[in-house]
């Protein structure tokens, strides 16, 4: 049973920048590629960032070039940078192994941006 545990959220002005921190536990982290998604209020769960197990990322056209994916294989733990913050960046943040999620998901973390 995979356990995944989102930190790093908050509220920050539009153009701030935060750090999302996920750790993973229960599974062999260092062979999945892992994402990091998000949900609107309304919104479908997206996938907006994800970094294969030798760390080649990708990114959804909303978030490229503000946002940078990492992970540490030794710490079971994945990263999302998140620079020039816009308000429509405004979601809970999950990761999950990408492109199939395991079924379980963590609690995720919250991210307002709001002046």
């Known amino acids: 049973q995979v356990q995944l545990v989102e930190s790093g959220g908050g509220l920050v002005q539009p153009g701030g920048s935060l750090r999302l921190s996920c750790v993973a536990s229960?599974?062999?982290?260092?062979?999945?590629?892992m994402g990091w998604y998000r949900q609107a209020p309304g919104k479908q769960r997206e996938l907006v960032a994800s970094?294969?197990?030798?760390?080649?990322?990708n990114y959804a056209d909303s978030v490229k070039g503000r946002f940078t994916i990492s992970r540490d294989n030794a710490k079971n733990t994945v990263y999302l940078q998140m620079n020039s913050l816009k308000p429509e960046d405004t979601a809970v943040y999950y990761c999950?192994?990408?492109?199939?999620?395991?079924?379980?998901w963590g609690q995720g973390t919250q991210v307002t941006v709001s002046s």
């Open positions: 999950n192994r990408s492109p199939t999620p395991f079924a379980s």
């Open positions: 229960g599974a062999i982290f260092r062979i999945y590629a």
């Open positions: 970094v294969t197990s030798d760390g080649r990322t």
